[in-house]
Structure formats: C-alpha cells, structure tokens
C-alpha cells in the first residue's frame, strides 16, 4: 500500500480548523504532523496574529513550528502593494491585529491607525478589537481614494464555541456602507500564497490541506495543486451537498475525516467512482465521483449521494 503521504513531497496545511479551533486542538491533527516525513507549513487567510504567535500557538498545543513555515494572508496583501509600486514608507492604514502591522512594517510600508494620516492604501484583515471605529476609519479613507486591498473575505471562523464572525464578515459592512467593493483580496483562494509558501519548503509537489472548499480547496486547485478535504471545520454536511453541483475549482482530490488520512491509501479517501470501503463517507466519495462524471448529475445519482451524506451527518 503506499500512503497519501508518500504521493507529495510536502503539505501546506490550514489552521483555523485543520490544526485547532479557537483554543483546542483538533483531534489527531498534534499527532499526525508531528509524525510526517516531509516538510509542512500553515497557510491561514487569518491576519490577526504576525507568524511568530501563530508559531507559539500551535506550539503550545504540542506541535514545534519554525515562524519562517508560517505563512499569512498580509504578507501577499504586501506583495500586492509591492507589485503596484507603493513607495517605501507609504502610510497603510491597517484595520485588524498585529500580524497586518508586523507585515507592512516588515515590507517598507508604515502602518497608521488614523486616516489623519493620509493613507495611500486600506489593508483590511480579521481583528479582534475591531469595531465600529476601525471600519469607519477604513470607509473614510477608502472613499477618499486610498486603494482598498482585502487580505481575505472568510465570512466565519471556527472556535471552540461555534463559528464567530470572519473578516469576509467586516468586509462586507464597510462595502454596504460606501457601496464599492474592495480593490483585490490576496489571501486565499487567491494562488499567490500557495506558490509561496511552495518555494518557501522548495516544494515541487505539494498536497493541501483544509475544511474550507471556497478558500482552501479553490485555491488549491487554482494553485495547480491537489487537496484533502477534513470535515474538522468549516465543511460539514452542506458543504458536502454543495459539492454534487460544485464548480470544478471547488472539488477536491480526496475527502476525510481528520488528518489520519495521511497515513492510510490514497485510494481509500479519494473522490472517484471506484472509492473503495463501506460506510456514508467512502459512498459519499463514489457518488460524487459519479456526480462530477456527468455535466448534469442524474436525478438518482444526486438522490443517492444526498441519502449518503445524509446517512454520515446522522452517524
């Protein structure tokens, strides 16, 4: 048998519901990384902590990670800024945590909390103290002409209490209140942090893991890359009925249930109509498999697959 694991020469892995939710880690994801034979780095869309506390508290729960393997969605919000030629020092006015400000200063740029300061760009990520005056703050500038650049627009975050507001979230209450979207969204599914965080572990064919189909998955697959697909966050049930009519750049490789896949068969967990095992969830992978086979899924096709996750959301 040759085991997921051993198909890729290195995994780029969520956090937020891969790894821990809120506080807690999720089951088996300590064990399973800290036993893998090739490297690993997180990639989150989550902009409130810099890469050194994402490190510490992953670290914390058990599992010893290097800063430099921590890769976050304000550093290609960053780039982005480099790419349109921003001058060195220009003022960035941040809404969210410390890992927008550690990665605007780290680029050149300055960080400013306060339009007064005549900011040339509003970079916008998820931040726990932000409220009603860090979103007005970002709508004056951004109505006064300073480039608006999004890190990612996730709507939820899962914690151990249940799903608590993302930055999509925040997002979209500055965007109702002045009507204009943001300029760009650099975090994921945007490729751009997925190639990084390649060249960064010299990765020539990497698997990546996530809960989310429309950040995780997508970006894989706009990546060029392959995906696992735990149902330890964010996915659940209605994911998984998303999936039988789901645009081909939200479907992923394989399907499991935690990170144990890693070390079984990559047939047992990918999405195929041959998927072998008994059990809702390899019936899932058959019958999505049969789904994605078709440009219109059977009617008793989508009537099996919904009876199967069905079945698994009640096991």
């Known amino acids: 048998m040759t085991r997921l694991i051993e198909q890729y020469d290195s995994l780029i892995v969520d956090a937020d519901g891969v790894i821990y939710r809120g506080a807690i880690a999720v089951p088996h994801a300590i064990e399973v990384l800290g036993s893998v034979s090739v490297p690993w780095c997180v990639l989150t869309n989550n902009a409130a902590l810099p890469p050194s506390s994402i490190a510490e508290r992953i670290e914390r729960l058990g599992l010893p990670l290097d800063p430099v393997n921590v890769v976050t969605s304000p550093q290609g919000a960053v780039a982005y800024l480099r790419e349109r030629g921003l001058p060195e020092g220009a003022p960035i006015l941040i809404v969210g945590g410390s890992g927008i400000d550690e990665a605007v200063s780290e680029a050149g740029f300055t960080p400013v909390r306060d339009r007064a300061a005549q900011p040339q760009a509003v970079v916008q990520g998820l931040g726990m103290e932000v409220g009603w005056r ?16 999004v890190t990612n627009v996730d709507a939820s975050l899962p914690t151990e209490q249940g799903f608590a507001l993302g930055n999509g979230a925040l997002v979209a209450a500055v965007q109702h209140a002045i009507g204009q979207a943001p300029d760009v969204v650099t975090g994921k599914p945007e490729p751009l942090l997925f190639h990084l965080a390649a060249d960064r572990m010299g990765a020539t064919r990497p698997l990546v893991l996530g809960d989310r189909l429309d950040t995780d998955v997508r970006g894989a697959n706009s990546a060029g890359m392959d995906s696992l697909l735990v149902l330890t966050g964010v996915a659940g049930a209605d994911e998984l009925m998303h999936l039988i009519d789901a645009d081909p750049l939200e479907r992923p490789t394989y399907i499991a249930e935690d990170l144990r896949a890693l070390d079984g068969s990559a047939d047992l967990v990918r999405v195929d109509t041959d998927a072998p095992g008994s059990g809702p969830l390899p019936e899932v992978r058959r019958g999505l498999g049969r789904a994605w086979s078709h440009s219109d899924v059977p009617g008793n096709v989508r009537d099996e697959v919904r009876q199967a996750i069905d079945t698994w959301a009640r096991r």
């Open 134 to 149: 860090e979103l007005s703050e970002a709508g004056y500038a951004i109505a006064a002409g300073a480039m608006w650049v």
